[in-house]
């Protein structure tokens, strides 16, 4: 895991060693580590340590006059891999010139010590995510693991206080993860995407300016026009992403390859632009469906795929894993990224890719029909909470206890507040730009984190340039994968030939032949209903329901979620009984609650971890 941590103090100082003990709090056993440097004063502090030759990173510190710039990935102008030596000489109106135009995935810290002022900057989704927190009596830290600030805070006796509103919005809304920019622990938060931080230490000032926002507005209604953008606005993409690697790295890209079709267009071009020179990796249980089709697709492109399986009860072994490199943000349904973080190490992969969120922005994954038929803001916000509620109305009010109860109706300002900051020329664009700036950037986004612990990532189905393509493409080409799939017609008919994952059938079918393919899932889940799992093949990556039942998870749940002793229950965030009920249910199989349980176990497990940073008597 790269770690990138600092700290300035108005008056009095850091402890000896403070900087080494916050980047040692975050760094990954699993791979060989370098402390790149550290600077240290009286007063101001700031480090890099990162996994050995697999960091995208450019920095420049000068000991002498104690001043840092760090750029954590990378940033492109006009087609220019912008360097930390670039950043160093600029002063802020040159930096807001700069990133209003400039594109990657990055975040950008500058302390200048001649003005006194910490400088933070993040791409316009924040796919590499800052922590800070403003210290009393003036000051500033920040990193980018959230456990690094939890150490400086023990160390400096700093009062650690949960945020009870993050807590339940976590609880009830988390399949958007937590909203807003707020964190479990009340005085941290994340810098906002597309945002430039400005900390001036002589004032105790802090100013945050939003450089870029996506807006959205249905300017292309063409399907040709709109396939011959996402063709060429992909593929310059791809190619200033490659550009900014050393070339050891690009002998060493694995991409993470699905039964979808995001990693499948992304493979392609890969596969082109490096010559075939590139791994392709896939995972799951023996009988996973994405197995099978990744292997056709690897054997249609002619590049090499590296094929892992793992059982569900193995999976309950990363869980800790997992709430740690995750900083708590991903949950424990998810695991088997710490699996894929796995063999990202024991292949020497020094980059990988995936098809990140282009299922979504060009796939029209979370458009429906629903969304035509809404007529004003109070029906929108309704379809959207229900969507990303994990518990309904009366479920919440059963399992909370009496220190969440008070929160209820901040959270529910904070979800109207995001609604009403949801932009676009209709609801259908205005979901869109909803879940691209909740799920995927603080849900989402924490698996990639989880596996930059073995390896750096580029992104390009991110991109600004990709983005001013996707937000102009009118949502109904886009909704039920309808100009995708002629995308990828456009790219390879045999790829196209080849099923897609969710549906069974071949992508190049018209959407009305696709419930063929339901029909056949269907059947698919009752043949193995009725054989108890021996016959049919496996529709996910992870099983979560089934695994909770195996040996390892029941363990896990009874020392959690089952123990009256957990910190959910006596801090007075949940209530013993019906969670209690809920599980059992689960494991008896009259239910499955697979879902609800993740969260929950997920915060128990967090907390923990937090703990761990608490003085108690």
């Not at 249609?300 to 590296?306: D, K, M, S, T, V």
């Not at 098809?355 to 109070?378: H, P, V, W």
């Not at 018209?510 to 339901?518: E, N």
């Amino acid at each position: 895991m790269t770690v990138i941590a600092g700290y300035l103090f108005h008056a009095g100082e850091g402890k000896a060693d403070l900087i080494e003990h916050m980047l040692g709090e975050c760094t990954s056993p699993c791979v060989e580590n370098r402390v790149v440097k550290t600077i240290s004063a009286h007063n101001k502090a700031f480090g890099i340590v990162m996994p050995k030759d697999r960091t995208i990173l450019s920095y420049l510190l000068d000991d002498k006059n104690k001043s840092i710039v760090i750029i954590y990935g990378y940033v492109v102008e006009d087609g220019k891999n912008i360097t930390a030596t670039d950043i160093y000489n600029m002063n802020y109106n040159d930096l807001l010139n700069l990133f209003k135009n400039a594109d990657g995935s990055f975040v950008v810290v500058k302390y200048n010590n001649k003005d006194n002022k910490l400088i933070i900057i993040t791409d316009w989704l924040g796919t590499r995510p800052l922590y800070y927190s403003v210290i009393d009596g003036g000051g500033i830290v920040f990193s980018s693991c959230l456990w690094s600030i939890l150490r400086f805070f023990k160390e400096n006796m700093i009062p650690i206080r949960l945020n009870d509103k993050a807590i339940l919005s976590f609880i009830w809304m988390g399949r958007i993860g937590v909203i807003d920019d707020i964190t479990f622990v009340e005085n941290i938060r994340v810098v906002p995407p597309g945002s430039i931080l400005v900390y001036d230490l002589e004032t105790g000032k802090l100013d945050l300016q939003k450089y870029y926002e996506l807006h959205y507005e249905s300017k292309v209604i063409e399907e040709r026009e709109a396939i011959e953008l996402v063709r060429n606005a992909l593929l310059s993409s791809i190619r200033e992403a490659l550009k900014v690697l050393p070339k050891e790295y690009k002998r060493n890209i694995c991409i993470f390859l699905s039964g979808g079709l995001d990693s499948r267009v992304l493979a392609y071009y890969l596969s082109c632009l490096l010559d075939k020179k590139l791994r392709a990796i896939t995972f799951g249980t023996k009988k996973s469906d994405e197995i099978l089709i990744a292997k056709k697709v690897t054997k249609e492109l002619g590049i090499p795929h590296i094929v892992k399986t793992y059982d569900l009860n193995q999976l309950a072994d990363y869980v800790h894993d997992l709430i740690r490199y995750s900083d708590g943000f991903d949950v424990a349904s998810a695991t088997h990224v710490v699996y894929a973080m796995k063999i990202l190490i024991e292949n020497n992969c020094h980059v990988f890719t995936d098809g990140f969120a282009l299922d979504l922005t060009l796939g029209g994954s979370y458009l429906d029909n629903r969304l035509r038929k809404i007529t004003d803001e109070s029906e929108f916000s309704s379809y959207v909470f229900r969507k990303i509620s994990v518990f309904n109305h009366k479920e919440l009010m059963l399992i909370i206890g009496p220190r969440l109860r008070p929160q209820l109706l901040e959270v529910l300002k904070g979800f109207k507040s995001l609604i009403e900051q949801s932009s676009g020329d209709s609801y259908l664009n205005r979901n869109d730009y909803f879940f691209l700036y909740t799920r995927v950037r603080r849900f989402t986004v924490y698996g990639s984190i989880v596996m930059r612990c073995a390896s750096d990532e580029i992104i390009p189905t991110i991109s600004r340039k990709f983005a001013d393509v996707f937000t102009k493409i009118d949502p109904n080409l886009r909704m039920n994968h309808k100009i995708y799939r002629k995308f990828l017609l456009s790219l390879s008919k045999r790829l196209a030939l080849i099923p897609y994952k969710s549906t069974w059938v071949p992508p190049l079918l018209p959407s009305m032949l696709w419930k063929t393919g339901f029909i056949i899932q269907r059947m698919n889940d009752l043949v193995r209903k009725l054989t108890n799992r021996r016959i049919g093949l496996e529709k996910t990556y992870f099983d979560f329901n089934e695994a909770l039942r195996q040996k390892n998870w029941r363990k896990l749940l009874y020392g959690t979620l089952l123990n009256r002793k957990s910190l959910i229950y006596k801090l007075g965030y949940l209530e013993y009984d019906p969670v209690k009920n809920m599980v059992i249910e689960h494991l008896y199989r009259k239910q499955n609650n697979g879902e609800k349980i993740a969260y929950l176990l997920t915060l128990e497990l967090t907390l923990r971890e937090i703990f761990k940073y608490v003085k108690t008597t």
